[in-house]
């Protein structure tokens, strides 16, 4: 994301892992309930899809057009963040 110059989510140090970024860093948390919104929309709101790295990089259990809005999603975090 543009606005890190270090490989570090926050002040305690901790190295980002993909998925520690993609649903944990609080340095992206603004950008991270845009993408959340975004990917929640795709679904009915009683679907019990849980907002995972695996949802969010491979699609598991949602169908291909959908995921290409997810992958969609997924992209303009990592580039507006």
Do not use: K
Request: one cysteine or more.
């Amino acid at each position: 994301i543009n606005s890190s110059d270090t490989p570090h989510c926050s002040v305690d140090e901790t190295v980002d892992s993909v998925g520690r970024f993609l649903l944990q860093c609080s340095r992206y948390h603004t950008h991270r309930a845009a993408m959340f919104a975004s990917v929640s929309g795709l679904f009915p709101p009683d679907s019990e899809l849980q907002m995972t790295e695996s949802l969010l990089l491979g699609g598991q259990g949602i169908p291909w057009p959908q995921y290409q809005q997810v992958a969609d999603a997924v992209v303009t975090f990592v580039l507006d963040g």
